[in-house]
């Protein structure tokens, strides 16, 4: 008798741990993924693809990562740009030196260099929190893009200090340089999007996710606990750095096609925290929300007014801008730390009793 | 309230933790000054004393989180000075906080999740791919962490962030959480502090349901003397950080000292 109904609990906890325990959450991202995989390359400009969904991919990687970071395991970073350079400066090198490397193996490999990077800078984090290490990672975003720009070696002595992504191939189709459609570099990001986001799913839905909330919780409990506070840092430094740098890598390849270091600045840094912020500090959908929102909200400025038959002047549209991202991230941190991911859960539970207002 | 839980009822082996002589100050402050006494297997003591007494910096030296400048604490059998508070963990230590010290962020469920780290296996790896081993792992200490959800009566808050919770509730998940670990020694500093009558008593009877049906071996601070007379076997006694008493319920209760440093100012 018992046995059976324990067998009973084991099934129903694994429907419970599932990472959407209602069906219509199924159906709903079944429905975008759908639309992700089959309509948007079949009806979309390239405009649009390059311009938008694009940037909104790798942003949406880089925000994961820092998200696995700040709103999980509670570390501030404004190293993010840095660890980005990371990614996209030794897809490069390793591209070059190795031609016949296969290029998703070349991004992983960047990848776990921007992780080790990534450890070394967290190291400061076992002795600093909050503000201080926030310092400290600046100075990991000033150090990075110093050497990237200085250290020729890196941009393989290019007089014009320049990385161009050359062209390569995955399974006959070219998805980098300059022959790439952008419906071909679109479904790469994508493809590797899909499969990163399920996987920091699973990670912060587990023991590894557990560490990192008790160590932003309360870091001395989490030690009485039986955590280890430096492994399970440095594992959120390493893990959130390595999708940093997959995201660096896909800038390169998969978006701009050629890049300085620039491209991987400070405002890169602090753009990538403002869609955590905005998003949802310690929520998957809120990192894809908030990158959505800060590669649109340029897109829809500069040309919503045009739509609508208007003259907006360019600057004004700038200042625009960043007076909502301003307004936005001043509510979203004083109102609703858990960003537009607590918004959309909060409307979906009304929808749920709707039309009862209780 | 139960009552009269005697060494009768139980097996009560032999001493698994043993303090002897520790000495703690902080700059000027002495908090504790060569303390001596045992805590023998299975049994529920209790460490009570006066406000600044030394009892939660007692607890604070057992778990690896207060290093004592002198004397020595052995725990099972294995003598140790300097202890990093998770490899405490390590050894089957676990413990509860004067002021909760739950994770705020995350659910009832997560915070007793945490619990079970250290039987969990799988490394991240693992769980990047959720699938085989370490769903199956996830699964078992879920289906456990049920249990103890069940044992304490907090299924209907399984899924609220604990931040939330009324304190009483905290306090009792906070226990889940230390229960979770399956403890040999079960720390508990001032588990009923706060809480009103029937708050306590649902807490008493936690507390003896735990060493009764898992042997585990209970240190509790507790200023309820009334608590303190029915659940434990033998009572510590600290003022000023000294050990004032030790003994059974009724020698420190009829202990002259006592009445004067403890019991009397208490009362006046
Ligand atoms: N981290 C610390 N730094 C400085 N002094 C401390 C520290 N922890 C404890 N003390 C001091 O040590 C003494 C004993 O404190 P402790 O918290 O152990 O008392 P207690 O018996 O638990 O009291 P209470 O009943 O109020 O909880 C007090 O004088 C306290 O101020
Ligand atoms: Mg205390």
Same mark, same amino acid.
């Given at each position: ?39 948007? $390359?079949?009806?979309?400009? =390239? ?5 938008? !969904? +694009?940037?909104?991919? &790798? /942003? @949406?990687?880089? *925000? ?113 340089? $300059?022959?790439?459609?952008? =419906? ?5 990001? !994508? +493809?590797?999007?899909? &499969? /990163? @986001?399920?996987? *920091? ?158 | ?21 520790v000495s703690l100050s902080f700059?000027g402050v002495q908090a504790l000054e060569q303390v001596?006494f ?7 003591r209790a460490i009570i004393g006066p406000n600044g007494a030394g009892k939660s910096s007692m607890l604070n030296c ?35 906080f004067q002021n ?88 508990l500093d001032e588990p009923m502090a706060g ?24 240190v509790l601070i507790e200023h309820d003397m009334g608590v303190v007379m029915?659940?434990s076997?033998r009572v510590v006694v600290l003022d000023y950080g000294k050990l004032l008493a030790d003994g059974?319920p009724?020698d420190v209760r009829g202990n002259k000292q006592v009445i004067d440093a403890y019991l009397g100012a208490v009362h006046d």
């Amino acid at each position: 008798m018992l046995y059976r109904e324990s067998g009973q609990f084991k099934t129903s906890y694994e429907a419970d741990q599932a990472i959407l325990p209602i069906p219509q959450d199924r159906w709903f991202l079944m429905a975008v993924l759908l639309i992700a995989y089959l309509v948007i $390359p079949a009806v979309s400009s =390239e405009y649009m693809l390059q311009a938008v !969904l +694009i940037p909104f991919l &790798v /942003f @949406a990687m880089a *925000a994961i990562g820092l998200n696995l970071l700040l709103g999980y395991a509670g570390q501030l970073s404004l190293g993010t740009g840095g660890f980005m350079a990371v990614g996209a400066y030794m897809t490069y090198k390793m591209t070059t030196a190795w031609p016949d490397m296969d290029i998703i193996v070349v991004f992983l490999l960047s990848g776990l260099c921007a992780a080790g990077v990534g450890i070394i800078f967290g190291i400061p984090s076992l002795r600093i929190k909050g503000f201080y290490l926030a310092v400290a990672t600046l100075a990991a975003q000033f150090f990075l893009s110093w050497m990237f720009n200085k250290v020729e070696w890196f941009y393989n002595y290019n007089p014009s200090g320049t990385i161009t992504a050359p062209p390569r191939t995955v399974f006959g189709h070219v998805v980098t340089g $300059p022959e790439a459609t952008a =419906e071909t570099r679109y479904m790469v990001a !994508l +493809i590797l999007v899909t &499969v /990163f @986001a399920l996987i *920091a799913k699973n990670l912060v839905r587990g023991r590894v996710g557990r560490s990192w909330m008790a160590i932003r919780d309360m870091d001395i409990a989490a030690e009485i606990i039986g955590f280890k506070p430096y492994q399970t840092k440095l594992l959120a430094f390493a893990i959130s750095s390595f999708y940093c740098g997959i995201a660096g890598a896909m800038t390169l390849f998969l978006w701009l096609g050629s890049v300085e270091t620039e491209a991987f600045a400070i405002n890169i840094s602090f753009q990538v925290l403002f869609m955590v912020i905005i998003g949802g500090l310690g929520s998957i959908l809120g990192s894809f929300l908030g990158a959505a929102f800060i590669t649109l909200v340029p897109v829809l400025l500069t040309n919503a007014p045009q739509l609508a038959g208007l003259q907006m002047a360019t600057d004004l549209q700038k200042h625009l801008e960043v007076m909502i991202f301003g307004g936005l991230i001043i509510f979203f941190l004083i109102v609703e730390p858990h960003g537009f991911a607590r918004l959309w859960q909060i409307t979906k539970e009304k929808l749920r009793r709707w039309p009862f207002p209780y | 309230m139960a009552n009269g839980n005697g060494g009768n009822r139980r097996r009560i082996g032999g001493v698994i933790l043993n303090v002897e002589d520790v000495s703690l100050s902080f700059g000027g402050v002495q908090a504790l000054e060569q303390v001596t006494f045992s805590v023998r297997e299975g049994e529920i003591r209790a460490i009570i004393g006066p406000n600044g007494a030394g009892k939660s910096s007692m607890l604070n030296c057992i778990n690896g989180f207060y290093h004592p400048q002198g004397g020595t604490i052995t725990y099972k059998g294995n003598k140790r000075k300097q202890m990093r508070p998770h490899e405490a963990a390590a050894q089957g230590i676990a413990r509860t906080f004067q002021n909760i010290a739950l994770f705020k962020g995350m659910t009832t469920l997560d915070n007793i999740m945490t619990g079970r780290n250290l039987k969990m296996r799988r490394n991240f790896l693992w769980q990047a791919l959720y699938i085989g081993p370490a769903r199956r792992e996830e699964m078992e200490h879920r289906a456990f962490v049920e249990q103890i959800i069940d044992f304490l009566e907090i299924q209907a808050i399984r899924k609220q962030p604990v931040g939330k919770l009324p304190y009483g509730l905290q306090k009792r998940v906070e226990l889940g959480r230390a229960l979770a670990a399956e403890p040999d020694l079960l720390l508990l500093d001032e588990p009923m502090a706060g809480m009103n009558t029937e708050e306590k008593e649902d807490m008493c009877r936690f507390v003896l349901d735990v060493n009764d049906e898992f042997g585990t071996t209970i240190v509790l601070i507790e200023h309820d003397m009334g608590v303190v007379m029915d659940i434990s076997d033998r009572v510590v006694v600290l003022d000023y950080g000294k050990l004032l008493a030790d003994g059974t319920p009724d020698d420190v209760r009829g202990n002259k000292q006592v009445i004067d440093a403890y019991l009397g100012a208490v009362h006046d």
